[in-house]
């Protein structure tokens, strides 16, 4: 029988059920804090012990809905930001923009040459600046049949819509689901660090376009070394393409879309920088993009609503992880354990130079990919720890939200993942297969990360 690991909701509520009765085993403790920079931050040295406050049945059972209330800003923010969204999708601009390109394919080199490199940064942007994740898996439908059109292989089909918007959700600059929260969390400007973050987005990017390519050009010379090779051979006899060779274009709708979409970013980033633009604001942004968007694209009220709520709908998972993960918090704040856990913890990430501590941070994040993987539920379940701790260990909470995200890159090769497992289930590619086939350029996000993390670390990056 095979060991199947819970959901994460079960895991949750796992965590919940042990934080309660470690509030009965682990010392009250508390930090002295200080103000920094406008900014209240641990003084080293300073933990002694406190009064315990074990938490009963009643604060165990009234955690969850003190975690709505506490994260109710949170919460709302995404759910009209994925409502807003949905409202985008439902245009199809998007995927108008990525059958066009598709299409001509076969009538320009050109075109065939940066079929890698376009689609998978166009992916990579929607993981990094929309939180493109789930959405990908659908298009593995179109990218495999190109794919072999191309006499390239079915994993290669996968990889450019999966990995690229994988490695883009891992080292987004403007995702609101990870980055924003982990931010609004860790007490730090929302979207700073926009500079450097833009950077690794490129460095990881780059990287995946360039394993992509080399295992293109190796395929196509002989076709055979390829995992699924008998599978695309079967696949060639009743290949169809009339997915994107049908297609009509984009039209000036689909276009008007995309370019409100872009100018909505835009806003948002001189919002940030500029205005000091939070949570309510961005929300209130997406709110009047998807309003414009459903103008632009003639909905009609009703169509407009129903993506709207479905958006949200789609969310209401991702808005019962937060709740969860902050009533965890709640619990070890009124335990007064936090601080323990905290003092605990430090010697473990510590280390003699804030480099190998970033990268002991992203560690441990990584383990905590394997079973928690809604990013905004991660950053809700682990910066109220990562934060403080980054001010213990001599590095900032800029560089403790990159090694929050980094954590992320593990996701295409988790077991655990439903997006992983999902997608392979829709290609047929086994997991085994695609695990031995991904190993290469996991090792080379593992050595990435690494040196990344190293800059920040080393110039304290605010």
């Known amino acids: ?5 819970p959901n994460t909701y079960v895991l949750l509520a796992a965590l919940l059920v ?13 930090f002295e804090t200080e103000l920094v920079n406008g900014k209240q931050v641990i003084k080293a040295g300073s933990f002694h012990l406190v009064e315990a406050r074990p938490q009963g049945l009643v604060a165990l059972l009234t955690a969850p809905i003190k975690g709505f209330v506490e994260a109710g800003l949170i919460i709302g923010f995404v759910l009209i930001v994925g409502g807003a969204f949905s409202v985008l999708q439902r245009t199809e601009a998007i995927d108008a923009l990525i059958k066009s390109v598709a299409r001509a394919h076969g009538r320009s080199a050109l075109v065939r040459a940066l079929v890698i490199p376009v689609f998978v940064t166009l992916f990579s942007l929607g993981g990094a600046t929309f939180g493109m994740a789930e959405e990908a898996i659908p298009f593995v439908l179109i990218f495999i049949p190109l794919a072999l059109a191309l006499r390239l292989d079915t994993l290669t089909g996968v990889a450019i819509p999966f990995v690229g918007s994988q490695v883009g959700f891992a080292t987004a600059f403007l995702n609101p689901f990870n980055v924003g929260v982990a931010q609004g969390i860790a007490g730090v400007p929302l979207f700073s660090g926009l500079g450097y973050r833009a950077l690794c987005w490129a460095i990881a ?21 390829s995992p ?44 940030v920088v500029k205005f000091g633009w939070y949570i309510e604001e961005i929300a209130a942004l997406f709110l009047v993009m998807a309003i414009a968007v459903g103008v632009l694209a003639r909905l009609s009220a009703d169509d407009f609503m129903a993506a709207f709520l479905q958006g949200a709908r789609d969310l209401v998972g991702t808005a019962l992880v937060i709740a969860l993960a902050k009533a965890t918090v ?27 501590a970033a990268q002991k941070m ?13 990013g905004t539920g991660q950053a809700a379940l682990t910066m109220p720890l990562m934060a403080p701790l980054a001010d213990l260990v001599g590095i900032t909470r800029q560089t403790a ?30 997991f085994g297969t ?8 996991q090792a080379v996000y593992l050595v990435m990360a690494l040196a990344l993390l190293a800059v920040p670390a080393l110039m304290h990056w605010q």
């Open 18 to 30: 042990l934080i309660a009765a470690s509030t009965w085993i682990v010392p009250g403790g508390r």
């Open 362 to 374: 992203f560690a441990i994040q990584s383990v905590i990919n394997f079973f928690i993987h809604s």
């Open 228 to 271: 699924t090779f008998a599978l695309d051979q079967e696949r060639r006899k009743t290949l169809d393409l009339a997915s994107f060779e049908q297609f009509a274009g984009m039209t000036g709708r689909h276009r008007a879309v995309l370019w409100l979409f872009a100018a909505t970013l835009g806003v948002m980033i001189v919002g």
């Open 205 to 225: 990017t780059g990287l995946t376009i360039a394993f992509l390519l080399w295992w293109a050009a190796r395929i196509r010379r002989q076709p055979e070394l």
């Open 434 to 441: 695609w695990f031995r086939w991904m190993l290469p350029l």
């Open 401 to 430: 939200v990159l090694a929050f995200q980094f954590g992320e890159l593990t996701t295409p090769v988790i077991p655990t993942s439903g997006i992983t497992v999902g997608v392979l289930a829709l290609s047929g590619v086994p």
């Open 1 to 5: 029988m095979k060991f199947k690991l």
């Open 330 to 356: 709640i619990l070890m704040r009124d335990g007064q354990i936090i601080d323990s856990l905290l003092n605990a913890l430090a010697p473990l990430v510590a280390s003699s130079t804030p480099v190998l």
